[in-house]
């Protein structure tokens, strides 16, 4: 498998404004999530979509939303941010086939947000 | 509520010695548990994963983890530590009902001294 790729690598965005992050996953990877990793701590589950639908959602307000597409795209929208933003943001899909749980990550957008 | 607990932020061990991260989980149903290893600048990638098959699981670059259920544990190990397995570890658990969700550690630091 060659992986999850992640846009932009680096962003800096201030407070209040909007940011669309993307990710691309293979053929066949109909689940993907997204984490929220901020410095020095583990990923966070923010949410999961599967066949382009939201099925499960972590701790996160509102202003978090995503997109799934039938290409095996996805994308995370942030609004409204703030400084507590600031973070690695992973998205993490799942083949069909695979077993449960068994993610594959891509290397993340880290957002600072000033 | 799912948590693990990792015990030692950051663990030094000499090239050629034992590796030994510990993890405690916290589940109130069977649970899944993982281990993950990230680079730096790369995302997680996963090394073992404990389904409630063999309570000794193999994974990849000589690690493995024992699952423990009396001690709530899953600590991974390596025989012989080597300068290539520097890197951030973490330990996660799911539940077993389907759900991607992982919940996550706040994970070790692996430092090899040569």
């Known amino acids: 498998e060659t992986g999850v790729t992640q846009s932009p690598t680096h962003l800096i965005k201030t407070r209040g404004q909007q940011v669309t992050l993307r990710c691309s996953s293979q053929s066949g990877h109909n689940t993907v999530s997204w984490y929220q990793q901020a410095l020095g701590q583990g990923p966070q589950f923010i949410f999961q979509?599967?066949?382009?639908?939201?099925?499960g959602r972590g701790n996160f307000p509102p202003r978090f939303s995503g997109l799934q597409f039938p290409n095996y795209s996805s994308e995370l929208n942030v609004n409204a941010l703030e400084l507590d933003d600031s973070a690695l943001y992973l998205c993490a899909s799942r083949h069909t086939n695979s077993g449960a749980n068994v993610l594959t990550f891509g290397a993340g957008s880290r957002l600072t947000v000033l | 509520a799912q948590s693990v607990t990792q015990l030692g932020s950051h663990v030094s061990v000499s090239e050629g010695a034992l590796v030994l991260l510990r993890c405690n989980y916290s589940?109130?149903?069977?649970?899944?548990l993982f281990w993950y290893v990230q680079y730096p600048n790369q995302g997680l990638q996963l090394l073992l994963k404990?389904?409630?098959?063999?309570?000794l699981v193999k994974g990849i670059n000589g690690f493995e983890a024992e699952f423990k259920k009396s001690e709530t544990s899953f600590h991974l190990t390596k025989p012989s530590a080597h300068m290539s397995d520097a890197a951030e570890y973490f330990c996660?658990?799911?539940?077993?009902?389907?759900?991607?969700?992982?919940?996550f550690g706040t994970g070790t630091r692996l430092t090899i001294i040569p």
């Open positions: 404990y389904t409630s098959a063999a309570t």
């Open positions: 589940s109130s149903v069977p649970p899944y």
């Open positions: 979509y599967y066949r382009e639908e939201e099925n």
């Open positions: 996660a658990v799911s539940d077993n009902f389907g759900n991607e969700k992982l919940t």
